[in-house]
């Protein structure tokens, strides 16, 4: 179950025309207006017809009062020190003229049920004699004098029944039997309870007027609406406050997980801004109503925060009435026609950073603004596509607008903070489960269910029927060998790599680098974890994890890689705790060599040095900058230098930190705050850094950035890496909307890059959708590569050799 601070009571649905009331908290304020006005005990007694026990207040005041807070309390008749008054809270408000019926234990004998009680409790009262007390607190009272009592400001009302009970107010009533009451005729107090009750027959009365053997009156809806739960911000203006008898017809039900039932006006206002439905949470318990039942819903105002209501979460509420009482007035009745989606281009209104809570919503104007105009409303999306694959948490992303930045295979490119279309929302089985999709796919005709606001995505569809599945036909892509006289360098995250994985990981991994990469000649990998994965016992070697891998490849037709990396101090680069991920090299020796230079460890930094005129690396593989801060807790990055055709060619292997900690992007801070972009920043600080030590020394060296740089090819920290023209992100060589290789909430964007020195003129790049446009992945991220023809440093030469190298390979052809 979720929790929340402001949910309170457990929802139940009624049968027709029948009222459930359960307990819940309301705003209370003090008053001396409120009296007891009958107490009987001998409920359920031989001889009693009827079953319990009961309290009755009654109001004898101009105003209602309030009695959140209050309790009524009960002494036995011959009270000592060891005595204990019990206690029952009290909740809801005794009205004007009217009375209040607290029910108590319920006994073996009699046959007469008590009218609906306001508040039930489950002191056992003795028949003959004893104390009440109506007391302004549900502290149990310490006081066991009359005179104790009386000089207790807590105490409302006191009443001392039977002959041999020592609290009471002056004189105690006559003694009770099973079969009487001590009843006060007028609402008169003269603080003597013998002159104020009369004994007779029990005769209990509730709020709404009912004795015993009356019936229910007709129910009636109360003066809230729906549009007035909603308001037109996205905290309601009721927050916290009871509403009785808000009408509306079921539109679905939900009877797992975060379990209960939209209702939805079917008589709507002409505001834009207000919802016409609303989600009622019954907590642990089923719902029993059915769409089409016209009901009357009482309980609390809430608004639920998914991930918890601290400062820190981002997320948005979702508005809705709990511990809920509901009537049912008739079945069967036609649903409200479900609203077509279609909201506008924009995406959120700003507040500066702040909350935009409490701002007017503008739903012609915002797309989030449009969602919460109708939360918990019954919708409907024509011909859905489906533009982030469905998770293993049967979740599927859609967008409402298909024209909003399409890509080529079927999703919806981001292309900047501030285009991060709006059509998009997620989809989660509701009574209707969607067949799991890919990227591309299709729902035709109508998908239909209601809005509401969930944790990781935000504004969610919960379904009620799906459209037909059509599939967009996407195939996972295959890239063309490198030719003879290229360099082929892919990145490829391969999402926590262990030795204890099972085969198939390996296996699926290995046939991608050789069939869909076409076996590049370097592979720089991310995520490559310890030998014994998220074991935490100090084990840092990956050597385990390297063979298994290097000999899939070999098992699915690939060259017999060779790897480079270094093992990383124990957790010291963040990741999941104990995997101890790091960053490494593959590479085929049959058609690059690796230079190696020994002392390069988790702590000591390569440095570019210069030899022969050249530039070289002083450690080879070895780890840029691993005692700066920013590397703090992430993968710190591991510089290799490779020699293809005598031509020597530095590539970097990065993993930069992660975009935890995020505000998030359909969040309530706008704009939202990207914590973690400031240690990315630093990062590519201090990679630019290497990149124009190694060009200090040779203008024309060869440089290779790849990996998953966690960050946009708009982002500062990209920017910072092609600062000056040095090197180029190859991503944004693309046509926008090949921009991608990942895809999240819905949004195709690209974390992972290949850059290369702007002096390397010949190359062909691609990035191979193999995975993030699937449901079934072998990784959350695509692979990329890029075949290049290093620089012989010479512009002049390159031309020479690079004609002479295409001459031979038109030869070979």
Not at 392 to 403: A, N, S, V
Not at 635 to 656: C, M, Q, S, W
Not at 685 to 705: I, W
Not at 739 to 745: E, L, N, P, T
Request: aromatic share 6%; with cysteine.
């Amino acid at each position: 179950m979720r929790p929340t601070p402001l949910r309170v009571g457990l929802a139940v649905t009624a049968a027709s025309a029948v009222s459930l009331a359960l307990a819940a908290p309301a705003t209370a304020a003090p008053s001396p207006d409120a009296l007891i006005a009958e107490v009987y005990g001998g409920g359920g007694n031989s001889g009693a017809a009827l079953t319990r026990d009961f309290v009755e207040l009654a109001n004898r005041g101009s105003g209602p009062v309030a009695l959140a807070g209050w309790s009524v309390q009960y002494l036995p008749a011959s009270a000592s020190a060891s005595s204990q008054w019990q206690v029952t809270p009290l909740t809801g408000a005794v009205e004007p003229g009217k009375r209040f019926l607290v029910a108590q234990a319920q006994g073996s004998g009699g046959t007469v049920q008590l009218p609906t009680p306001d508040v039930t409790g489950t002191i056992p009262m003795s028949a003959t004699g004893g104390t009440i007390a109506l007391v302004s607190s549900t502290e149990p009272l310490a006081c066991k004098t009359a005179a104790d009592c009386a000089a207790d400001t807590r105490v409302r009302d006191l009443v001392g029944y039977g002959t041999a009970t020592v609290v009471r107010e002056t004189t105690p009533t006559a003694n009770l039997s099973n079969t009487t009451s001590a009843a006060r005729p007028a609402l008169v107090d003269t603080d003597d309870n013998s002159a104020d009750f009369t004994v007779g027959a029990p005769t209990p009365v509730n709020s709404k007027g009912q004795g015993t053997g009356d019936p229910e009156p007709e129910p009636q809806p109360g003066d809230k609406r729906i549009r007035d739960v909603q308001g037109t911000t996205r905290i309601s203006p009721l927050l916290g406050t009871k509403v009785a008898g808000v009408p509306g017809v079921v539109t679905a039900t939900r009877a797992t997980g975060d379990r209960g039932f939209w209702i939805q006006d079917t008589a709507p206002d002409a505001d834009p801004r207000t919802s016409e439905g609303v989600f009622v949470y019954t907590a642990g318990l089923a719902p029993t109503v059915e769409p089409g039942d016209s009901v009357l819903v009482s309980g609390t105002v809430a608004e639920y925060r998914p991930g918890g209501d601290t400062a820190s979460n981002s997320n948005q509420t979702l508005t809705e009435i709990t511990g809920a009482t509901v009537t049912v007035l008739s079945k069967g009745n036609a649903l409200p026609a479900p609203v077509v989606l279609s909201p506008p281009d924009g995406f959120t209104p700003t507040a500066g950073g702040g909350s935009i809570e409490a701002l007017p919503l503008e739903p012609s104007k915002y797309g989030q603004d449009y969602y919460e105009s109708l939360e918990g409303m019954y919708v409907q999306a024509n011909d859905a596509r489906v533009v982030g694959p469905t998770n293993g948490f049967g979740e599927t992303w859609i967008t409402t607008r298909p024209d909003q930045h399409p890509t080529p295979r079927g999703g919806t490119i981001y292309l900047g903070y501030d285009q991060p279309n709006s059509g998009r929302i997620k989809v989660k089985a509701g009574s209707a489960t969607p067949q799991a999709s890919n990227v591309g796919d299709v729902w035709r005709g109508a998908t239909v269910g209601n809005v509401e606001y969930t944790n990781f995505g935000g504004y969610t569809l919960a379904t009620k029927s799906v459209g037909e599945y059509v599939s967009g036909g996407i195939q996972p892509e295959a890239t063309d060998a490198a030719r003879q006289y290229e360099l082929s360098v892919a990145t490829y995250n391969v999402e926590n790599l262990a030795a204890t994985n099972p085969q198939a990981k390996f296996d699926r991994l290995a046939a991608a680098v050789v069939h869909n990469l076409a076996s590049p000649d370097v592979v720089v990998l991310e995520e490559i974890q310890d030998n014994n994965g998220a074991t935490d016992d100090g084990t840092v070697a990956a050597d385990q994890t390297f063979t298994r891998f290097t000999d899939a490849i070999v098992a699915a037709g690939g060259p017999r890689y060779e790897w480079r990396q270094i093992d990383p101090q124990n957790k010291t680069d963040g990741g999941e705790p104990g995997g101890n991920i790091r960053v490494a090299f593959l590479f085929n020796p049959a058609r690059v060599s690796f230079v190696d230079r020994a002392g390069g460890d988790a702590t000591t930094p390569v440095s570019v040095v210069e030899q022969h005129g050249r530039a070289a690396l002083s450690v080879s593989p070895g780890r840029i900058d691993p005692a700066n801060p920013a590397w703090a807790n992430s993968r710190k990055p591991l510089a290799g230098e490779f020699k293809f055709r005598g031509r020597t060619v530095f590539v970097v292997a990065n993993h930069f930190n992660s975009k935890g900690g995020d505000q998030a992007l359909h969040g309530r801070y706008q704009e939202p705050n990207r914590s973690s972009e400031v240690q990315r920043l630093q990062q590519a600080t201090a990679v630019k850094a290497f990149v124009d030590q190694v060009k200090a020394v040779d203008r024309g060296a060869n440089v290779v950035l790849a990996g998953d740089i966690n960050d946009y090819q708009f982002s500062p920290a990209v920017q910072t890496l092609t600062a000056g023209g040095t090197v180029v992100d190859l991503i944004s060589t693309l046509p926008e909307p090949e921009r991608y290789s990942y895809v999240f909430d819905g949004n195709s964007q690209t974390l992972d890059h290949i850059l290369i020195s702007a002096n390397i003129n010949r190359y062909r790049y691609d990035v191979v959708h193999i995975n993030a446009e699937f449901t079934d992945q072998a990784s959350d991220h695509d692979p990329q590569v890029v075949k290049l023809r290093p620089s012989t440093g010479n512009a002049q030469l390159d031309r020479m050799v690079f004609l002479l190298e295409d001459l031979a390979e038109c030869v070979r052809g």
